[in-house]
């Protein structure tokens, strides 16, 4: 197949707006879930059950991301980029004002699986219109833009979470995604380009039974790990059935000509690495806003909008390397860069198991700067790789692989952070500061030890691997020819 589009192509001041109607959505996204986190225990009050209870809202959601995922890059290539991306922006809003007028936990069950549906179309449609409208040499540039969203939102969600929860009505913290979304919608219909197949193969319904089904079940089974409503025979069940789902998918998978995930991608080194090397960094980096509340609130004693505001630098840092990551990029190259660049998130992780009872303000605030100078880097550098070699008819299905990678990962990221948090703090001294955090301190040694190593699956790049995006021979040569830039 072959990509087309239904309209001409888009022009300088489309390209100029894409890359911020792609990332006002990823930040509605991101900032839904953070802000949702800290009014739990209001709303639990205010619909008279507890907190616990509270786990299905936020699983739902989860649960949601997991089934229309995979389906995402389907729908794009049959029906259209703008439609989908349109629909995805539409459902998520109306989800969210459903959520905000929801009067009991089961509607509001519903209707996060309603938002669920609209978030999970969005970042893998928005980045395959980013790599269909934008050359191989801008991606990264692009990419270094729309992924600061991602990074803004969960920090800056605790602290307007806390805000609203303290002067307004819980409503409000679903309510905020309405004008941006009103927005994204005006804006999107009017501008964004409507990528799509001449022609598509039917939707693989048995593998979307298969793939969605096994991949719902163990986002849940890590959503409620930890508690105590499901015995660990009927944990292991439930893993068992899931990994057998999976199973069957992947072998459906290998059956079929066109399969709901073409795992056929997996073959490009690039795009191999791209998803398995992120999948594992993302388990490390993918817990720590679980901990950081964990440490600050809890362990610390600051109130949930002291702690939002000590971890806002690594969204001041994100922005701050937005301007100079195609250099970098430019000059190591993939390979150095995310080899490296593993090895020193996960030592900066590891940095907070220092962080203590006596540990002064501005070093934290430091420590967090600099983690988030480098998770940028290193999301920016994953997301980008992925398309380096794939074609033009093969990025929705990239997009779709890649998105629900990072789905798993940072469940499973959130589950480990509070397993190994579980094991070092008894249940009786959850209450306990010190306990708490020698607990996390853990954690993090953990997640960093785990992000270290995972710099092992980079390393079966190549030096000229995506050197079509990072420009690095380009970069090389003119160092060792400068006479040659002057012509």
Not at 258 to 270: C, D, E, S, V, Y
Not at 330 to 350: D, F, K, Q, S
Not at 376 to 395: H, K, P
Not at 420 to 432: E, L, M, R, T
Request: proline share 5%; hydrophobic share 50%; net charge neutral.
């Amino acid at each position: 197949m072959t990509a087309s589009t239904s309209s001409v192509p888009p022009s300088d001041s489309i390209k100029r707006l894409l890359p911020w109607l792609v990332a006002v959505a990823f930040f509605m996204q991101s900032l839904d879930t953070t802000i949702l986190n800290t009014a739990v225990p209001s709303i639990a009050r205010a619909m008279d059950v507890t907190p616990l209870d509270m786990k299905a809202v936020l699983a739902s959601y989860t649960l949601s991301l997991a089934v229309f995922i995979p389906i995402s890059g389907w729908m794009a290539d049959r029906f259209g980029t703008r439609r989908v991306f349109a629909s995805a922006i539409g459902l998520f809003t109306v989800g969210s004002i459903l959520c905000g007028l929801s009067t009991s936990i089961e509607m509001l069950v519903i209707c996060r699986v309603i938002q669920g549906a609209g978030g999970a179309m969005m970042m893998p449609v928005g980045r395959m219109t980013l790599a269909r409208t934008f050359g191989k040499a801008d991606l990264v540039r692009v990419m270094s833009f729309v992924a600061i969203p991602s990074l803004v939102g969960p920090m800056i969600g605790p602290i307007a979470g806390g805000l609203i929860v303290a002067y307004l009505h819980w409503s409000i913290v679903f309510f905020v995604n309405i004008p941006v979304g009103l927005l994204g919608l005006y804006f999107v219909q009017r501008h964004l380009p409507d990528y799509r197949e001449s022609q598509t193969h039917p939707l693989d319904l048995l593998g979307l039974v298969l793939f969605g089904g096994g991949i719902a079940l163990l986002s849940y089974v890590l959503e409620v790990f930890g508690e105590h409503r499901l015995t660990l025979p009927q944990i292991f069940g439930l893993l068992g059935i899931a990994v057998a789902l999976l199973a069957g998918y992947g072998i459906r998978a290998t059956l079929i000509a066109f399969p709901l995930l073409n795992l056929g991608l997996f073959k490009i080194r690039t795009f191999r690495a791209a998803v398995s090397g992120g999948f594992f960094t993302r388990l490390g980096l993918g817990g720590i806003p679980f901990l950081f509340p964990l440490l600050y609130q809890i362990g610390l004693g600051f109130s949930p909008i002291q702690s939002g505001l000590l971890v806002l630098p690594q969204a001041v840092a994100s922005i701050g390397l937005k301007t100079f990551m195609p250099t970098i990029l430019a000059r190591l190259g993939y390979r150095n860069v995310l080899v490296g660049n593993t090895i020193v998130v996960g030592l900066m992780i590891m940095t907070f198991a220092t962080v203590g009872a006596h540990t002064p303000i501005w070093l934290i605030v430091i420590q967090a700067f600099v983690l988030g100078f480098f998770t940028s880097m290193q999301y920016t550098s994953m997301n980008t790789l992925v398309y380096a070699d794939v074609s033009a008819s093969q990025t929705s299905g990239a997009s779709t692989i890649a998105a629900t990678g990072q789905q798993l990962a940072i469940s499973f990221g959130v589950a480990g952070a509070g397993l190994i948090a579980a094991i070092f703090v008894p249940a009786s001294d959850h209450s306990h500061a010190d306990t708490l955090i020698h607990g996390v301190q853990q954690s993090f040694l953990a997640l960093g030890v785990l992000t270290v190593v995972s710099s092992v699956v980079f390393m079966e790049l190549r030096k000229d691997d995506g050197e079509a995006i990072s420009q690095h021979d380009s970069q090389n040569h003119r160092a060792a020819h400068p006479e040659s830039a002057e012509h």
